[in-house]
């Protein structure tokens, strides 16, 4: 006789999603379609509630809009995909069941179009979104070990003018270089790059280090040819399941390469992992240091550009294919959850509306894994 295998905490959680809150919920509001169920367990499984303190009045003036049922309309937007504020506050003001799901009882406790973009700059200037995919993270995936963290940039197309570079005085031209003299000293060693710093900084400084102004990034396409856009670069971590965990925004100009280190410094602080899956563009021997300091074996492809082209064993080769991962999210996040309907300007709001999407793809994945 088989013996029921022990519940984990996730699965009672679920568990109690489908047999206590979905009931409860639609003998109050009605029946729930297949998205407000979506957006239901979301909700319960990221927790924004936890993070609500520091917006709690303290009896000065007059009393804030809700700041929790502001919170939870935004993660609707990003279920939902709604491309503006105003469609997501229509969709409010005409869907009674959104509107109690989020947490307003009548139409008149919903608050302007205004409210809502001034309690998104103060979200998105106080990190909330970020916040709470990263306690999402540590408090569903950080008491797991991860086989693999695949890595990947995608272009995030932005509705803002692009920042000019700043100019740098030019060089003075300097002759033909002939033999040195033996009394003449030596020339300076060169500055160290990027990637030789990051290696002996911590997160935080090499997070400031960082371009995050809208600017032109270029890549090639499938057929070789350069596609060019205007915004930023949308750097991720994804573990096993399509999860992913780490996100840092930049300019589009910069290399994937230079965001690989801070990456992977912020996932080491959110969950444990054994090989680090990338590309060519992260065939950088500062790359491999910072994997190998981690405890992490990297799998990344070779770049034909740094010389013979090292395959992988059958083995390494069928980890690799996990790197997928890592596209598949990207795509999800373009397609589902706001990648495509960039509205707001200014990285710290992007950084903002697309970790609001990452904090969805990352709840209904754990779902999917644990349902």
Request: aromatic share 6%; charged share 30%.
């Amino acid at each position: 006789m088989q013996t029921a295998r022990p519940r984990t905490p996730m699965s009672q959680l679920w568990s109690s999603i489908q047999s206590w809150l979905f009931p409860m919920l639609e003998d109050e509001i009605g029946e729930l379609d297949e998205r407000h169920r979506q957006f239901v367990a979301v909700c319960e499984l990221c927790a924004p509630q936890d993070h609500m303190d520091a917006y709690r009045w303290c009896g000065n003036g007059c009393p804030p809009s809700d700041r929790l049922a502001l919170c939870k309309a935004f993660i609707a937007k990003a279920v939902w995909d709604f491309a503006t504020t105003r469609d997501l506050l229509d969709a409010v003001r005409h869907r009674p069941a959104l509107r109690r799901l989020c947490g307003w009882e009548s139409l008149g406790e919903v608050p302007s179009e205004a409210t809502f973009s001034r309690a998104f700059d103060t979200f998105a200037r106080d990190e909330l979104p970020q916040r709470i995919h990263e306690a999402l993270i540590k408090t569903r995936c950080g008491g797991k070990l991860a086989g693999h963290v695949s890595r990947d940039a995608t272009a995030i197309h932005a509705r803002e003018k692009a920042v000019g570079k700043q100019k740098t005085p030019p060089e003075p031209k300097r002759g033909k270089r002939g033999r040195r003299r033996q009394d003449e000293p030596p020339s300076p060693p060169p500055d160290p790059t990027r990637l030789q710093q990051q290696l002996d900084r911590d997160l935080q400084a090499n997070l400031a280090d960082l371009p995050t102004g809208c600017d032109w990034g270029c890549k090639k396409n499938s057929q070789s040819k350069r596609e060019y856009w205007r915004g930023y670069k949308a750097h991720l971590d994804v573990i096993d399941g399509d999860i992913p965990v780490s996100f840092i925004l930049t300019s589009a100009s910069l290399h994937d390469s230079q965001v690989a280190i801070p990456l992977a410094q912020m996932s080491a602080e959110r969950i444990v992992s054994l090989y680090d899956l990338a590309d060519a563009a992260y065939d950088a021997k500062e790359i491999r240091e910072m994997s190998a300091r981690l405890g992490h074996v990297a799998l990344i492809d070779r770049n034909p550009r740094r010389g013979e082209k090292i395959a992988f064993s059958p083995a390494e080769a069928l980890r690799y294919h996990e790197r997928s991962a890592a596209e598949r999210v990207n795509s999800h996040l373009h397609d589902e959850h706001g990648g495509r309907h960039v509205r707001v300007r200014g990285p710290v709001k992007v950084a903002a509306h697309l970790t609001l999407g990452l904090v969805v793809i990352a709840a209904e994945q754990i779902l999917r894994l644990i349902s």
